[in-house]
């Protein structure tokens, strides 16, 4: 055999070997090859529930109806039997689609807790300034609860939660959906079977996607931190409560940097105006033009109280942008919302993590890059790259699911089950592990305002906690 014949022969068994290695699998066969378990979503202690727990929705809109729709699709586990929304045609839905009694159905929150108690817990999917008190009051009149997050607006607010479940023992989940996700469960599986060693660090990024940006944190209800929420705490306490559990250690020290650079005034272009309904001169070439995302493209409408009749969608579209903000200029806004932002975290474990959260990108979907002792994992909510340190082989597998993926119903099978069972540790976050994670968000707001590295205290005594 000549020498050239020798070379071209092992160069093609070196491409077979490396194509064979580096073939995509899915979950069920990489759990079968590494002894992990197959579905990542089963709990050897649910039972099968006799009688479906009762809950009373408090709050009706997009959130809150996802997770009540789940007594509509498991009506063994779950009855909604109350809404509390002052919104009436969400009150309206909610009446009709949960086959409820008008006199069970409550403009104010405050009504619920006026009767005695007559249901086993309730979900509060509030704005964000209205989680805290409908959440006391339902620890106060002896319900369980499930609170959508944040879990509230402020660190004095979460420590006052905090305190109150503590003292009544009642059971509060908070809604970490990402932790119900293919994606999360998976990487949690393979980090805790130890594929690729002890964590050694973690970067992370939460791409928004420019129009998600523009429609919730410039135009929409968290463009401003100083009557909202900070856009750390309300878009990326799901990725502070990820790392956390990935990490699997309190946090220790916050570093960030961040700040609002183009949905400012300073770059409104020559010719627009206040409202893209108003003859805005560049409407047409603009990307955030709100009559081509709500109009032509009939993108995030469910912020729009619109008919039945889609005939008439058109006109009350433009209604709602001619007096909403969602009509306005993105560059003529009263925001103050980061459109990106670094978190540098050191966990008490000694892991260090960096979190990115970016504004000005195309596309969604978090991705995530593990640094282990004996291999590495990237990651991006569709597929996952394995390297094993020693013997270089690379492990990928894919997987498909929605911008939730897939996790808020799953969160939602772990809660009722803690509510039929009486167990909170059914539930995959312990009440102190969320309020953790929010404790992160606000620190790393801090060190964002005030250019300082901040400490994460869970309990601090020096904090006052009377409300």
């Excluded at 978190?343 to 596309?363: K, P, R």
Aim: hydrophobic share 35%.
């Amino acid at each position: 055999m000549s020498l050239r014949k020798f070379i071209t022969e092992r160069k093609i068994l070196r491409s077979l070997n490396l194509a064979k290695e580096n073939v995509t699998h899915r979950w069920n066969e990489i759990a079968s090859l590494f002894g992990l378990q197959d579905d990542v979503f089963e709990h050897p202690r649910h039972i099968k529930i006799h009688k479906p727990v009762t809950a009373i929705l408090i709050g009706a809109g997009h959130r809150g109806m996802i997770y009540a729709d789940y007594a509509t699709k498991n009506p063994d586990e779950l009855t909604i039997v109350a809404v509390a929304d002052p919104d009436i045609p969400r009150r309206a839905r909610a009446k009709l689609k949960f086959e409820l009694k008008k006199e069970f159905c409550f403009a104010d929150w405050k009504q619920v807790f006026e009767r005695p108690k007559f249901a086993d817990a309730v979900i509060i999917a509030t704005s964000d300034d209205l989680h805290t008190q409908p959440c006391l009051a339902a620890l106060d009149a002896g319900y369980d609860v499930l609170l959508e997050k944040p879990i509230a607006p402020t660190e004095h607010e979460c420590r006052l939660i905090l305190q109150k479940a503590s003292e009544t023992g009642q059971i509060v989940g908070v809604c970490h959906v990402l932790r119900y996700t293919p994606y999360f469960r998976q990487l949690k599986e393979v980090i805790d079977a130890g594929l690729i060693g002890n964590i050694i660090s973690i970067q992370h990024m939460e791409p928004i996607e420019q129009i998600h940006m523009s429609h919730s944190y410039v135009r929409g209800q968290w463009k401003n931190s100083n009557t909202a929420t900070p856009i750390v705490l309300a878009k990326s306490c799901h990725d502070t409560d990820i790392i956390r559990w990935l990490v699997n250690s309190p946090a220790h020290d916050v570093h960030c940097f961040g700040n609002l650079s183009w949905f400012t005034n300073a770059n409104a272009p020559e010719g627009s105006t206040e409202r893209c309904t108003d003859g805005c001169k560049v409407e047409a070439s603009c990307p955030y033009s709100a009559l081509q995302i709500y109009l032509r493209d009939r993108q995030r409408l469910y912020v729009f109280d619109l008919s039945n009749d889609k005939s008439k969608w058109d006109r009350e579209i433009l209604e709602n942008l001619k007096k909403t903000d969602y009509g306005r200029c993105v560059y003529r806004m009263d925001n103050n919302q980061p459109d990106h932002l670094t978190v540098n975290m050191l966990f008490e474990n000694g892991v260090t993590a960096a979190f990115s959260m970016e504004a000005h990108v195309s596309y969604e979907g978090r991705r995530t890059r593990i640094m282990g002792s004996k291999g590495d994992i990237v990651g991006n909510m569709e597929m996952f790259r394995m390297t094993d340190f020693k013997t270089r082989k690379q492990t990928s597998w894919k997987l498909k699911t929605d911008p939730h993926g897939g996790g808020d119903h799953r969160m939602m099978k772990d809660w009722v089950q803690a509510i039929a069972q009486q167990d909170k540790t059914l539930l995959s976050s312990s009440i102190e592990v969320s309020i953790e994670s929010h404790l992160i968000a606000f620190a790393a707001e801090k060190s964002r305002l005030n250019r300082t590295i901040e400490t994460v205290r869970l309990f601090d005594s020096s904090i006052p906690m009377k409300a």
